[in-house]
């Protein structure tokens, strides 16, 4: 693979010494709740391994991955003001690498837990019936499937890259991007690997909102109790989803408008979302710390544990009260 390296001197900008302290703030939090999920799932072997916590589980690792592995490479351009160390093509291969395998992993992971989760909720009898290693099957193949392709189809388009020639330039994110994304396995990256995922999380997503506010309304009776049961799963992929699209479907927009439209289509905005991309690893474990009530009361009986108060009956406090005046007034009489 050949590059073209180039170097000019950084411009100081308040803005990168923000996006570094809004990083490094929420970096700490993220890691200490993503322990904490972790080793809850680690001390409850059943709940992890149950079929509505597999795949977040899978999503969390990779998460703690992205936070612990691949931020600090952009906190550090950010915190060195814009300037890319150390500043060798080799170092931004692997970044560039890394961190599109992340995202594009977890997006996939994304889009199978929405679609797991809306045939887990709405037809749960189909993997009932399932016996023991089809049921295996169907839980893990997706995940293995999602986990690898990222990986792997970058080592074909940035790693050994033989379509193009990529130009680094050791003043930008990433160095600068790389030079597949103007050919058509661009195109190809950014419809299957960013947008296909983006859809596929939204549809499953509406789906399920519309099936459970008519079953919220319309059903009673048993089914309205499996629903009742499934509410958590629901409220949990909600709240992840919604995170994640508020972030991916503007950034998706975008790049299609630079596409079909203008190349400088939003480009004063392109910036803020592409940072907002980092803020996703970082609040999700605290987004599924609130979707994991049992862990929540767990973490509150830890820190702030209850005094059992000895309850008294009144009738007992009554007659040891008698029984104190009794003696208090032989006492008297006998000093009398």
Same mark, same amino acid.
């Given at each position: 693979m050949?590059? @073209?390296?180039?170097?000019?001197?950084?411009?100081? !900008?308040?803005?990168?010494?923000?996006?570094?302290?809004?990083?490094?703030?929420?970096?700490?939090?993220? &890691? $200490?709740?993503?322990? #904490?999920?972790l080793i809850y799932f680690g001390y409850n072997h059943t709940t992890r391994l149950n079929d509505q916590n597999r795949s977040i589980f899978v999503l969390l690792v990779i998460n703690f991955l992205q936070v612990i592995t691949d931020l600090p490479m952009p906190m550090s351009f950010f915190h060195l003001n814009g300037i890319v160390q150390p500043a060798t093509s080799t170092y931004c291969t692997w970044w560039t690498w890394y961190e599109f395998s992340l995202n594009t992993t977890n997006g996939f992971l994304m889009a199978w837990i929405s679609m797991e989760r809306y045939i887990l909720i709405?037809?749960? @009898?189909?993997?009932?019936?399932?016996n023991g290693w089809k049921r295996r099957i169907f839980h893990t193949i997706p995940l293995v499937i999602c986990s690898l392709w990222g990986?792997?189809?970058?080592?074909? /388009? &940035?790693? &050994? !890259?033989?379509?193009?020639? @990529?130009?680094?330039?050791?003043? /930008?994110? %990433?160095?600068? $991007?790389?030079?597949? #994304?103007?050919?058509? *396995?661009?195109t190809f990256d950014l419809f299957f690997d960013v947008i296909f995922p983006v859809l596929t999380i939204f549809?499953?997503? #509406?789906? $399920?909102?519309?099936? /459970?506010?008519? =079953?919220?309304?319309?059903?009673?009776?048993?089914?309205?109790?499996?629903? =009742?049961?499934?509410?958590k799963m629901a409220f949990q992929l909600g709240l992840i989803s919604f995170v994640y699209l508020a972030v *991916?479907?503007? $950034?998706?927009? &975008? =790049? %299609?408008?630079?596409?079909?439209?203008? !190349?400088?289509?939003?480009?004063? =905005?392109?910036?803020?979302?592409?940072?907002?991309?980092?803020?996703?690893? #970082?609040?999700?474990p605290m987004i599924c710390l609130m979707s994991m009530p049992e862990l929540i009361k767990k973490l509150k009986t830890f820190l702030f544990p209850q005094q059992h108060a000895i309850v008294v009956p009144i009738n007992a406090a009554v007659i040891h009260q008698t029984n104190l005046n009794r003696f208090s007034?032989?006492?008297r009489l006998a000093k009398f």
């Open positions: 050949s590059t @073209n390296e180039t170097i000019s001197i950084p411009n100081y !900008s308040l803005t990168y010494s923000i996006k570094f302290v809004v990083l490094i703030a929420l970096e700490i939090p993220s &890691i $200490l709740v993503s322990i #904490l999920i709405f037809h749960h @009898n189909f993997i009932r019936n399932l990986p792997l189809y970058y080592l074909l /388009a &940035i790693i &050994i !890259s033989p379509m193009c020639t @990529n130009t680094r330039d050791y003043n /930008a994110l %990433l160095c600068g $991007l790389p030079c597949y #994304l103007f050919t058509n *396995w661009g549809i499953f997503n #509406l789906i $399920l909102f519309i099936r /459970a506010v008519y =079953q919220s309304m319309m059903v009673v009776g048993r089914v309205h109790n499996n629903w =009742q049961r499934h509410r *991916w479907i503007p $950034l998706s927009i &975008i =790049q %299609l408008g630079e596409i079909y439209i203008d !190349s400088n289509f939003l480009f004063e =905005q392109l910036d803020t979302f592409n940072f907002l991309v980092y803020i996703v690893p #970082l609040i999700l007034m032989t006492a």
